[in-house]
């Protein structure tokens, strides 16, 4: 007996075309990345009170036009009868989404994946070095991503492990994950992240199967 | 002989007061709460393309006003004569950071140390669920600064490991860290993560003190 689907992990059915969706994306995306530079600006500023007071209006006015129509709850995962499936508020990939960098899965194939990103001052831990709990984030994310492609289907992450050998400097990021065991229901992945200065960290995460994916 | 302090965790001394502090959060603090409302909303908001043209418009006014003086590269981490530390940029806890939800520290001593926080829309990983990454920063976080305090200095992440027990449902989480054992200059917290559905996820660090303090 196979388990059920549980109602959080139900996508949502649009009725569009492809075409349909490239053109909603090329809406969406150019503002995400507008709110990619202004958490950027609001870390990194330095004008007076006067002129943040300016800026917060500015914000204000943003927001109510946003606000005139809106979604509530989160984003989830929305599928078409083309086959596409997005994610667009993932928290490290989502094209609406300021958080995500975003990551970009340059390939994924074969039980072997490779993530860029760029982390600049909102990714920050140590003094000009990205937080580890993002370094933490980049490695779930390369490796659930390489465990849910390799399955066929979703997985949830069992275990998760990252050793971290040097401090990751703020810039470009490259993460890598590969499927090292197969089990019958579960799988181990193995990854690691690198800048210029070398690997930084490296990871090992155990995935298995969702229930209702399973074989009895 | 005990080991430099590299460049990269220094911090910038700033010739102001505790009052003069508590001002420049004051003006800093709305403004990223203002941010972080943005995000969600770029992420949820269903208004037409002529529409989000007039937001990206106000968000370009913003860009301006704030790069009329701004700092480069990143935040650091800043101090006073009057023993004040702050680390606005900071990805899990930075008052000017939108990235941050920010986490908050409830209290952190005698080795151990709670965190709350809301993960809305911006930190959906699985349908209506948190971002495993976060759930994995958050652990982080909580046990490094836990580290931090209980070591007296900067303490180094060596291994992370984290356990998924159950999906994590977005909204309001806890997250508690303690010290579990104490080497001559590691440390090994232990931490937990929680919601209203019970403890969702589980975190096991090994923390060492950073070369520069340790003893010879």
């Known amino acids: 007996m196979t388990a059920s689907r549980p109602a959080w992990s139900k996508r949502v059915h649009e009725p569009i075309t492809s075409a349909e969706l490239a053109e909603r994306a090329a809406t969406w995306a150019p503002l ?8 950027e600006a609001t870390i990194l500023s330095q004008v007076e009170p006067d ?9 204000a006015a943003a927001l109510d036009l946003l606000r005139k129509r809106t979604d509530t709850g989160s984003h989830g ?19 609406r989404n300021a958080i995500a960098p975003p990551m970009s899965e340059v390939s994924n194939a074969d039980g072997r994946a490779v993530y860029e990103a760029t982390l600049g001052a909102a990714y920050e831990g140590p003094p000009g070095c990205v937080h580890g709990g993002w370094i933490a984030l980049a490695i779930d994310h ?36 590969w499927v090292a065991a197969t ?34």
Chains 1, 2 share one sequence.
């Open 51 to 59: 002129v943040v007071a300016e800026v917060r209006s500015h914000i």
């Open 32 to 39: 995400a990345d507008d709110v990619r530079e202004l958490v």
């Open 142 to 177: 390369a490796s659930g991503r390489t465990a849910h492609i390799h399955a066929g289907g979703t997985t949830f992450t069992g275990t998760l492990t990252v050793k971290y050998l040097q401090p990751t400097r703020l810039g470009p990021i490259t993460t890598r994950a």
């Open 183 to 216: 089990g019958r229901n579960s799988f181990t992945v193995h990854s690691e992240l690198a800048t210029t200065d070398g690997v930084c960290a490296t990871g090992e995460g155990i995935f298995v199967l969702a229930p209702w994916l399973r074989s009895s």
């Open 77 to 95: 995962v929305h599928v078409n009868d083309d086959g596409d499936v997005w994610h667009w508020g993932n928290a490290a990939t989502g094209l």
